[in-house]
C-alpha cells in the first residue's frame, strides 16, 4: 500500500502557516492542518481519510473507509525527521 496523495484541503489551503517559497515549493513548509489524503493499493484508491495535523506534535485522522460503529477515529503522534518528511505513529 503507497500513500498516493496528500493534500490541503481546499478551505484551509490559503491559511496554511509557512506555505510561501519558489517555484520547487514552500521554502519552510509545515504540516498543521486539515489534510485530504489517499491511499493507493494496486493502482486503485484503497481509502481515504482526513486529518488533522496540530502544531503539538499529535494527528486526528478520520477514516472514511470504515464505519464509525468500527472505529474510523486515529489518534497519533508525529515528529518531523527531515525537511518535508514526518514519522507518524497511530495509537489507536
Not at 18 to 37: C, E, F, K, Y
Request: glycine share 14%; charged share 15%; proline share 9%.
Amino acid at each position: 500500500m503507497g500513500l498516493a496523495g496528500s493534500k490541503l484541503a481546499p478551505a484551509l489551503r490559503d491559511q496554511a502557516p509557512n506555505q510561501q517559497g519558489g517555484p520547487d515549493g514552500p521554502a519552510n513548509p509545515s504540516i498543521v492542518g486539515l489534510w485530504h489524503t489517499t491511499f493507493i493499493s494496486g493502482g486503485s484508491v484503497w481509502d481515504e481519510a482526513f486529518e488533522q495535523w496540530h502544531s503539538d506534535g499529535t494527528e486526528l485522522a478520520v477514516d472514511n473507509a470504515v464505519p464509525p460503529l468500527l472505529g474510523n477515529v486515529c489518534v497519533g503522534v508525529y515528529k518531523q525527521t527531515g525537511p518535508r518528511t514526518y514519522k507518524l505513529h497511530h495509537v489507536t
